[in-house]
């Protein structure tokens, strides 16, 4: 008889445990909730950041340094400032020189800048003289100074300005669209929208395409039409330069769940993708649909509707808009984010589910959006196993600081 012999190989395999925190601010000090309404790391700072990699930045005696989840001290608050983790990387101040550190707090030695800047979406600028280049989160040279302005990157693409002319380049440095425009929008499904001289018009697959009587042009958001004016009115563009709804309305915003809030007179409603009322005009202000289905909307505060009109949350909330933002408030997105709405009532801030009730039916002095955190720890197993592979615009004349986040 065969006998066939087992072998149990002692490995590691690495989990990723994720979790939403948001910060909020409770009796003047900072700490954490999850999206139970729980805190998961009681009110305890002076000053701190929301989370980003796992990590926050936190004061502690004047000092800065990163917490963990569980409130832990994992890189001792040494610095003078800090900044968030983007792709391992931080940008703190030590002493009278901002720097960047890895997630051990180590310091890492850059390529020669006049000025150090965050990393976004894996990659950060580096300045030489008058022009911005790109290194990555290796601390490689990626595209060398070349540009006399980098705009923040926006899912993996950037506006990059050279003599005066505006282009789309990649996060590898290459260059999608060639400087050659007075304007130039966002990179959407590989078309943006640009001005030449003083005719507006989409660039796609490297051709200019002129849109008829075009005044402005707004980013392509979630859909494949954005609003644009003529003649002084709104209307909708898509994807091929056509006017797909005519230029009609005084305002408009972008499309989401095929509707788009406009401004007929002095009131905001929704119309469809064939340019018909859905909702009618009857609000002063309006915002557009969250991926659930739900839209902020003002009477003389604001409230949420569904798809058909109907108002599902009163209109008694300040929201994170016009009017409403507050000088801490990083991002400022509006309406439903994941499930939740930050929203503000009698002078104080909270988050609002879909059902109308408050979370942990808290109120707070400040409060975050919630950001994923991402925690990995190694397990033993007993059998063979691989571990998985594990702002602003910026130019040449830019300020001294580092860039911050930048929202659009």
């Known amino acids: ?10 490995g590691f395999i690495q989990f990723v445990n994720s979790q939403e925190l948001a910060l909020v601010k409770k009796n003047s000090k900072i700490g954490y909730i999850s999206k139970d309404g729980s805190f998961k790391i009681e009110p305890q700072y002076k ?7 796992g990590l926050a930045a936190a004061e502690d005696n004047g000092k800065w340094g990163f917490i963990d989840t569980k409130g832990n001290w994992v890189i001792p608050a040494s610095f003078n400032n800090a900044k968030d983790f983007n792709s391992g990387i931080a940008v703190v101040q030590k002493d009278k020189d901002w720097v960047y550190i890895n997630t051990k707090g180590e310091i890492l030695k850059a390529p020669a800048t006049e000025k150090i800047f965050d990393f976004n979406n894996g990659v950060a600028f580096i300045r030489q003289g008058n022009k911005v280049g790109l290194i990555n989160s ?34 590898d440095g290459k260059e999608l669209i060639e400087p050659a425009y007075s ?20 660039v796609s697959g490297g051709k200019f395409i002129p849109v008829d009587g075009a005044e402005k042009i707004w980013d392509f958001e979630t859909q494949d ?120 009532n009698e002078g104080k801030w909270g988050f609002l589910r879909p059902d109308g009730t408050v979370l942990g039916n808290q109120w707070f002095e400040n409060a975050e959006l919630f950001s994923q955190t991402k925690e990995r720890e190694k397990k033993e197993i007993s059998t063979a196993a691989e571990s998985p592979k594990a702002e602003t615009k910026t130019t040449a004349k830019a300020a001294n600081k580092p860039a911050a986040k930048k929202k659009k």
């Open 183 to 202: 304007e130039i929008g966002n990179y959407f499904k590989g078309t943006a929208w640009a001005r030449k001289d003083k005719t507006f018009g989409l």
């Open 47 to 53: 000053s701190a950041k929301s989370f980003s990699e």
């Open 225 to 344: 039409l954005t609003y644009a004016k003529k003649n002084g009115k709104i209307g909708f563009i898509d994807l091929k330069g056509n006017w797909a709804i005519l230029p009609i309305y005084d305002k408009a915003k972008a499309f989401s769940k095929n509707l788009a809030p406009v401004l007929v007179g002095k009131k905001w409603g929704y119309i469809n993708l064939k340019g018909d009322f859905v909702i009618e005009p009857t609000y002063s202000d309006a915002e557009v649909f969250s991926s659930n289905g739900l839209a902020p909307v003002k009477e003389n505060n604001w409230g949420f509707i569904n798809e058909t009109g109907k108002l599902v949350i009163p209109t008694q909330y300040g929201i994170t808009s016009n009017g409403f933002v507050i000088a801490l408030f990083v991002q400022q997105d509006k309406g439903f984010i994941d499930g939740l709405a930050r929203v503000k």
């Open 138 to 171: 290796k601390l490689t040279v990626v595209l060398e100074p070349k540009y006399d302005q980098i705009k923040s990157f926006e899912n993996g693409y950037a506006r990059v300005e050279l003599n005066k002319n505006w282009g789309i380049i990649n996060t």
């Open 1 to 10: 008889m065969k006998k066939t012999l087992i072998f149990l190989l002692l």
